[in-house]
């Protein structure tokens, strides 16, 4: 992975500082069918290319975010605080 994730409150800091959590995915509505949830919840994509995930700065701000990363290269794009990341102008 890239030594450095651009973190929008912290700058540049060195990626031991975060936890990779996962797919960045729309969480379903509570009333939503059983075979929803269950495909939330255990089923991934393992995609090769541009792919959003949720990061945890656990060693910053203690900030959730979404960071755009490639999967085959490692490179970051763009990361932005997860509160904000539905927003156009978020990404850094």
Not at 38 to 59: A, C, I, K, M, Q
Not at 63 to 84: K, M, N, P
Request: aromatic fraction near 10%; proline fraction near 7%.
């Amino acid at each position: 992975m890239a030594s450095l994730v651009p973190c929008p409150h912290c700058g540049a800091r060195p990626k031991e500082e975060f936890t990779v959590k996962g797919a960045a995915q729309v969480r379903p509505a509570p009333d939503t069918d059983k075979k929803s949830w269950v495909d939330y919840v255990y089923l991934r994509e393992n995609p090769r290319g541009r792919y959003e995930e949720f990061w945890h700065h656990t060693s910053g701000c203690r900030r959730w975010l979404v960071v755009i990363r490639d999967t085959a290269t490692h490179e970051i794009e763009s990361s932005c605080d997860a509160a904000f990341a539905g927003q156009t102008d978020a990404r850094t």
